[in-house]
Antibody, heavy 119, light 108 residues
Framework: QVQLQESGPRLVKSSETLSLTCAVS?????????WVWIRQSPGKGLEWIGS???????YYSPSLRSRVSMSVDTSENEFSLTLTSVTAADTAFYYC????????????WGQGTLVTVSS | SYVLSQPPSVSVAPQMTASISCGGD??????VHWYQQKPGQAPVLVVS???DRPSGIPERFSGASSGTSATLTISRVEAGDEADYYC???????????FGGGTKLTVL
């Protein structure tokens, strides 16, 4: 059964760049799937950030597109998220996940990691 | 942009049936997925492709979708079903994932 684990700094200063990595185990990313980032501000709902295919095709949330970048490293079997110019509004639990294709559900999730943006 | 509307909260007595709605323009033509999220945990898929139940999800969970509304139904509700529930679709017009705002299910 596939497992996903987020890692990265838990505290980021305002105006700086947030970077997270999701390590994938028990499944080779080369075999397919879209790899996804979703976030949730404390006490709020789920917000999709973006999805990236193993070949590099990406879809980003329109509201974050100007600040978001995602990449895949199939040799390390991990994928990454970069969010620039962060503010307090970017404080959230960040989850990595996967979906077989864009219309398919998110069938596996990481445990999530809380990233706090400080002033 | 495409919007999914859910009631903020639904309350139900144990052993009764809970219905959680998800409204959206012509949602019946889209594929709807439902997630359960308990406090401090990552979401879990409970209904996929409008009506399917992933492996390990109790038969008490079912889904339907038609017209402008999709519904998650939980039969014989248990205390352990208390959680937030989110509907989700892929909007083909804008190529983006859309989540509903979430519904908090309270078991009385």
């Amino acid at each position: 059964q596939v497992q996903l684990q987020e890692s990265g700094p838990r505290l980021v200063k305002s105006s700086e760049t947030l970077s997270l990595t999701c390590a994938v185990s028990s499944y080779s990313m080369k075999n397919g799937y879209y790899w996804v980032w979703i976030r949730q501000s404390p006490g709020k709902g789920l917000e999709w950030i973006g999805s990236i295919y193993h070949s590099g095709t990406t879809y980003y949330s329109p509201s974050l597109r100007s600040r978001v970048s995602m990449s895949v490293d199939t040799s390390e079997n991990e994928f990454s998220l970069t969010l620039t110019s962060v503010t307090a509004a970017d404080t959230a639990f960040y989850y990595c996940s996967r979906q077989m294709n864009t219309r398919h559900p998110f069938d596996s999730w990481g445990q999530g990691t809380l990233v706090t943006v400080s002033s | 942009s495409y919007v999914l509307s859910q009631p903020p909260s639904v309350s139900v007595a144990p052993q009764m049936t809970a219905s959680i709605s998800c409204g959206g323009d012509d949602i019946g033509s889209k594929t709807v997925h439902w997630y359960q999220q308990k406090p401090g945990q990552a979401p879990v898929l409970v209904v996929s492709y409008d009506t399917d139940r992933p492996s390990g999800i109790p038969e008490r969970f079912s889904g339907a979708s038609s017209g402008t509304s999709a519904t998650l139904t939980i039969s014989r509700v248990e205390a352990g079903d208390e959680a937030d529930y989110y509907c989700q679709v892929w909007d083909t017009d804008t190529n983006r994932v859309v989540f509903g705002g979430g519904t908090k299910l309270t078991v009385l």
